[in-house]
């Protein structure tokens, strides 16, 4: 478009709007981040102060040292590291759902669908039964299991599989190579862009993953950041700022992971598509 | 109970290594509470003396439902288990904990009359059957500030309800945004304390649930005329410790854990604040026992075991060095009076508030029935302006065919 | 691997995973529903015992039970309108330039969509509070009394429903944001050439390409506030009496408060079913759009 200067006024006036708004959106996160730094007296100060009067570093110390969080982020990470082989499991069922014809696709394709309408308090105790009679129970596989696949991602794998022309795939077949080649050579290069969309989603979800990790682990080693801070999250303990102190904890690596893919995320979304 | 893990293997055969003793089966103790890390050392000479590996797990409150919930689906729960009494009924109702009326004659330490009289025994039992033992102590007692009251012109806090509905009366007229007590409208027990003290009860003489007794109805008086004074807020969001600490609600019922957070939080305040036992009614002071008691899971594997932990847990030394630890009274009446805590003047005031105190009936599940529709009435007067009549006659209708039998 | 074969291999690992955890629980909560399982019934199944329709019949008399499904309409009816057309305004405003400075705001919409629901509920209870909340005490500053964000029936479900709307939008900001970028150059400029303005170009060319990606967003949307749970579970344990309890919160306080799971697995079926209708009535009515 051109530039004219009533248009670049309009464009400054947009980015201060946007400026605004973003500040209101990521205002409670920042009253986190600075809160985190407060003494527990100051945290209970009214009226409240923006800025940390006198900062400190002792909550966070206090995370690491006196709650075991080290262990919690080694736990979280391997439970995001599971997660990611639901990844390939999804994208092979978006390929299949997008490039067959087979007996049984319109009503497994209604299945995938109807799993996103139910929620999840409801099917907690069946769920957790069969995992338990998988003997499951207690374990990081038992942790991811439930979350693994979700109706939701292998739709947008599908949407994205769907766009690939089947000239390729045909012309793949016709130099004599076998379905699952075609999979890994082909379909899953082109595929990146929706692979990082569906990377950053699971990451999310594994990263803030609470009610199964608190289900099944039996054993506090086996805990995740989530369910470390929820421990805190109690009577026992008014110390707001501590609580802030694991809450950051919680979200700034999230904000870090996505500033650096971002670019990839919204590439992704629009190749899948969605348009 | 099956234990697979890597970790407590090489646990157990380092004990085996080291110590040299026979490898107990290890006992694995489910605790409330934002840290093991307490517990681990409270038990550590238990360790070391039984050669009985101790697996602490800590279990945040708000999840505790589902928690018990699955372990119960499973059979796969804890040896130990820490619960709540408001939830003990609804344990044992399921078969989840091991009645102990026989198995308890074997440890002389976990003989009934060693416990405060609140929780020992029968007073904790369901349906006739021992399903636990005392473990920590927990009351509500009166809180106050002693400088704010002594500027009203209040010398002493107030010795009944009554006198403490005109004092809050007072102190709300220190002006806009001023409160003269509090009540959480989470607090399901509080209103059952005040039909106590007024001498009724919620549980009729066959057991049943009945909030028909006068005690009730004068307890829903105070309940409601606290409210219709003005003397209390009426947003469920309001801070007790904030609330406290800032003077705007300067009278309130709470327990220890209150006192620990003013403590840490406003150490200015020290000497400006006191605790007292409940203001009476027309007939006592009673207040909540509440705390917590230790049970054993049904499916274990290891009850003996268990069972000599709780015994283990239940020395008044132990008891004591866990009040040092992490500030939880003791439930033993050794303990209770050891000069540790003796001497503390909190602590003096929690015990005489102990032995004036009772658990709540055990009808089946508290929290989420009886419990929640009494607050469902009386705040849906108080909030919203419900018709007394009417939302008294939905109390009983909804909760007909409770009981603690 | 035959060709034949070959779909079945790649879509079974995920069919054979989500039948055991979404479809099979589903079931059995179904069967669930038929009878009075409670806490002694999950110990031991010999105290189960079949009732029939009657956890139905109780749930269908039940004014909690009403409420709740009138508060998840309100919900609905507040959330997804707003939650869309925030998403689509920023996402225009958004894509109005591709400069870094642009795109670093990106980040700033995206934050509260990765942030876990407890440390949301830790933020927001305390920018809410009444007597201590940082709300209050910028109102006060002008003269204005403290509100009572979370404790007056009627303001509560705004305050829960607005939380909501912020951590909802992130991620179909970027959805959107996508799709506007997947829209080829040579349309605007055609339309410019037309003689379109700004508004015109957004509101002829933009809207109805966006239209498969709106679609999606607001189906999605749509699920996502009928099982409206996370932000009253921690903002307001659905209070104040019962004001912001939605039918998942009810399903899950009458499981898991109450253990009456027969009774609860009967409003979970009940709120699948809805879900599961409105769901196709919107895909019914796309088709016929597109016709």
Redesign the interface.
């Known amino acids: ?1 051109n530039a004219s200067p009533a248009q670049r006024t ?2 400054i006036m ?2 201060v ?3 605004i ?3 209101i ?2 205002f ?2 920042l ?2 981040l600075l ?1 985190s730094f407060k003494p ?2 100051e945290a ?1 100060d ?3 102060t923006l800025l940390p009067l006198a900062p400190t570093l002792e909550h966070y110390v206090t995370l690491f040292v ?3 969080f080290g262990r919690y982020l080694v736990n979280t990470l391997l439970v995001v590291a599971i997660s990611f082989l ?1 990844l390939l ?2 994208a ?2 978006g ?3 997008a490039k ?3 007996r049984g ?1 319109r009503w ?1 394709f209604f ?20 995992l ?1 009679a998988m003997k499951l ?2 374990t990081l596989a038992g942790i991811a ?2 979350t ?2 979700s ?2 991602n ?1 739709f947008l794998f599908r949407q994205f599989m769907s766009t690939i022309p089947d000239e390729m795939i045909e012309a793949a ?1 016709l130099d004599g190579a ?3 080649r075609i ?1 890994v050579s082909i379909i899953v290069p082109l595929a990146v862009p929706i692979f990082a969309v569906q990377a950053v ?1 699971t990451f ?1 979800a594994g ?2 993953s ?2 199964w990790p ?2 099944i ?5 086996l805990y995740t950041l ?2 470390g ?12 700022s501590l ?2 102190a694991a ?2 904890l ?2 700034v690596p ?2 870090v992971v ?2 650096i893919f ?2 990839h ?8 598509g ?2 | 109970m099956r234990r697979t893990t890597t970790i407590s293997a090489l646990a157990g055969l380092a004990t085996l290594l080291l110590s040299g003793t026979a490898l107990a089966a290890p006992v694995t103790v489910w605790i409330m509470g934002d840290s093991s890390a307490n517990f681990d050392a409270l038990v550590a000479p238990f360790e070391t003396e039984t050669g009985i590996d101790v697996e602490t797990v800590a279990i945040p409150w708000d999840a505790v439902d589902e928690k018990l919930t699955t372990s119960v689906a499973s059979g796969q729960g804890p040896d130990v288990v820490q619960i709540g009494l408001s939830k003990l009924r609804t344990f044992a109702d399921a078969g989840a904990l091991l009645p102990l009326n026989d198995l308890v004659a074997g440890y002389p330490g976990l003989a009934p009359e060693n416990f405060a009289d609140g929780v020992a025994g029968d007073a904790t039992a369901v349906a006739g059957q021992i399903v636990s033992v005392p473990w920590i102590s927990d009351t509500r007692v009166l809180f106050y500030r002693k400088d704010i009251l002594e500027a009203a012109g209040f010398a002493n806090p107030p010795a009944t309800w009554d006198e403490l509905r005109a004092m809050a009366k007072t102190l709300t007229a220190r002006g806009d945004g001023q409160y003269g007590y509090y009540i959480p409208q989470w607090d399901s027990p509080l209103p059952v304390v005040m039909t106590w003290d007024n001498g009724g009860d919620i549980v009729n003489a066959d057991g049943n649930v009945d909030f028909t007794s006068p005690g009730f109805a004068a307890a829903v008086d105070l309940y409601t005329g606290l409210h219709a004074d003005g003397s209390v807020p009426k947003n469920g969001d309001f801070d007790q410790t904030q609330g406290f600490i800032s003077g705007i609600a300067p009278m309130l019922v709470s327990g220890p854990y209150l006192a620990k957070a003013i403590a840490g939080a406003a150490p200015e305040l020290d000497g400006k604040w006191g605790i007292t036992t409940l203001p009476k009614g027309s007939a006592s002071g009673t207040s909540l026992f509440a705390g917590s008691n230790m049970g054993v899971f049904a499916t274990t594997d290891a009850p003996d075991e268990s069972l000599k932990l709780l015994e283990f847990l239940s020395k008044p030394e132990t008891q004591v060095e866990w009040f040092k630890l992490n500030g939880e009274l003791p439930s033993v009446k050794a303990a209770l009076a050891d000069p540790a805590l003796a001497d503390d003047p909190l602590v003096t005031v929690y015990a005489a508030q102990l032995a004036d105190a009772k658990v709540l009936p055990m009808v089946s599940n508290w929290d989420g029935g009886v419990g929640s529709e009494l607050l469902k009435a009386l705040n849906s007067i108080v909030l919203t302006g419900a018709d007394r009549a009417t939302a008294l006659a939905n109390l009983a209708a909804a909760t007909a065919g409770e009981s603690i039998n | 691997m035959t060709r034949r074969l070959a779909p079945y291999v790649f879509v079974g690992p995920a069919m054979l995973l989500l039948a055991t955890f979404g479809v099979f629980p589903i079931l059995v909560a179904g069967l669930v529903s038929l009878t009075n399982m409670n806490l002694g019934g999950l110990a031991r199944w010999s105290n189960i015992k079949w009732v029939g329709l009657s956890n139905y019949a109780k749930l269908f008399r039940d004014p909690d039970f009403w409420q709740a499904l009138w508060n998840t309409v309100f919900f609905v009816g507040l959330g997804v309108p707003c939650v869309v057309l925030l998403s689509l305004g920023v996402a225009l405003l958004l894509n109005r330039s591709q400069g870094p400075f642009f795109r670093a705001l990106r980040a700033f919409y995206f934050v509260p969509a990765i942030t876990g629901i407890v440390a949301i509920s830790l933020v927001w209870s305390y920018l809410y509070n009444t007597q201590f909340g940082l709300l209050n005490y910028l109102l006060s500053l002008v003269g204005v009394k403290p509100v009572q964000w979370l404790s007056d029936p009627t303001l509560a479900k705004f305050s829960v429903g607005l939380v909501a709307v912020w951590r909802g939008t992130g991620l179909n900001i970027i959805i959107l944001l996508a799709a506007l970028q997947g829209i080829p150059r040579d349309y605007y400029e055609a339309a410019a050439l037309d003689g379109a303005n700004g508004w015109q170009r957004t509101r002829f060319v933009t809207v109805p390409l966006l239209s498969y990606a709106l679609f999606f967003v607001t189906v999605t949307t749509l699920i996502g506030w009928l099982q409206f749970f996370d932000e009253p579970f921690v903002l307001t344990d659905g209070g104040p009496l019962g004001h912001t309890t939605s039918v998942s919160l009810f399903i899950y306080k009458e499981g898991f408060r109450g253990s009456q799971f027969g009774y609860a697995s009967a409003g979970s079926l009940v709120l699948f079913v809805i879900i599961a209708a409105v769901t196709l009535l919107q895909l019914r009515l796309r088709r016929r759009d597109l016709e």
């Open positions: 478009m309009l464009t947009v980015a709007a946007l400026a708004g973003a500040l959106t990521a409670p996160f009253w986190m809160a527990q007296r209970l009214f009226p409240p006196q709650l075991d639901g499991i999804m092979m069922a390929y299949g759902f067959f014809e087979f696709r497994m299945l995938v669908l109807a799993t996103m309408m139910i929620p999840v308090q409801v099917t907690m105790i069946p769920t957790f039964l069969i338990n129970t207690n299991l439930p693994l696949v109706g939701f292998i077949r076998g379905e699952m999979f989603l999310i990263w803030n609470f009610l608190l289900i682990a039996n054993d506090q080693k989530s369910v801070l929820s421990l805190l999250n109690q009577q026992l303990a008014v110390n707001p609580q802030m809450a950051a919680m979200v999230m904000f996505f500033v971002q670019r995320i919204v590439q992704g979304f629009t190749l899948s969605l348009k």
